[in-house]
């Protein structure tokens, strides 16, 4: 199994990662947003519990990790084709039973506002991921990008009250289709799921609770582990706890068999 979860400042979180993580032994656990340097990295709390991980992270903004209980290799930090500061993209291969899979986690621009500054670059950096996604794709069968998207596909992946077009503007979600038109899919869409079915609440307003949220965390998968994919849902109950993200883990069962 394989999880997305952006924890929104993995120093403050990491009590409720490491707690989800024994409540839910997975294979894989991807992070966006660790907010902290690479030398804050607690690795050995990961490790006391028997994952190991690789890493990008950024003082104060971003970040991305791959908890994973089988080493990967062929890690990859950031985007080739994109020259950025902002660490937003790592990717590993691990090694199963069906041969390599390749795991992307992204943490994708939020855009701000539709036609500013942060907006153009938030479509520049989908034109590049899609670039190096594709090369991707062309070496591995089984591929499975995963992360905090910004975008929530389809108008029923948003609920009635929002206001504004950022994260579900044509360009954005057009840049999205992109990527699901190169072969993926999105696990989650992939069984009956309940009407309002939300990743992300704001913390304003009460947004969890009157369920105001979007789902804006996605697990796209190849078609090689379209086949093996059992089951996917997002786990709401971290966001109940005190002081929670405000994104809440998506999880995919995928039946492959990894090994070291």
Avoid at 12 to 24: C, E, G
Avoid at 37 to 42: G, M, R, V
Wanted: proline share 4%; glycine share 4%; charged share 25%.
């Amino acid at each position: 199994m394989i999880a997305t979860w952006n924890v929104n400042s993995l120093k403050i979180r990491l009590p409720q990662v490491i707690d989800w993580l024994k409540a839910n032994p997975i294979d894989i656990l991807c992070l966006q947003e660790l907010k902290q340097d690479n030398k804050f990295f607690d690795l050995a709390a990961f490790e006391e519990i028997g994952y190991q991980a690789c890493w990008s992270g950024q003082k104060t903004y971003n970040g991305v990790a791959i908890i994973s209980r089988h080493k990967g290799h062929d890690v990859v930090r950031n985007n080739p084709y994109y020259e950025d500061t902002q660490q937003r993209l790592i990717a590993a291969t691990f090694d199963s039973a069906q041969g390599p899979i390749r795991i992307i986690n992204v943490y994708c621009p939020n855009g701000s506002a539709v036609g500013s500054d942060k907006y153009e670059y938030k479509l520049a950096w989908f034109e590049q991921l899609h670039r190096f996604l594709e090369e991707e794709m062309a070496s591995y069968q089984q591929l499975l990008i995963t992360g905090d998207f910004n975008i929530a596909p389809e108008d029923r992946d948003v609920h009635d009250g929002y206001k504004g077009d950022i994260l579900i503007s044509a360009p954005e979600r057009a840049a999205l289709q992109k990527l699901m038109d190169l072969g993926l899919h999105d696990a989650f869409r992939l069984f009956e799921q309940e009407e309002k079915s939300f990743s992300w609440w704001d913390y304003r307003m009460m947004g969890f609770r009157r369920n105001a949220g979007l789902r804006i965390d996605h697990i796209l998968i190849s078609d090689a582990l379209k086949a093996l994919c059992k089951a996917c849902w997002i786990d709401k109950e971290p966001r109940r706890l005190e002081r929670p993200s405000d994104h809440a883990p998506v999880v995919a069962d995928i039946q492959w068999q990894l090994i070291k």
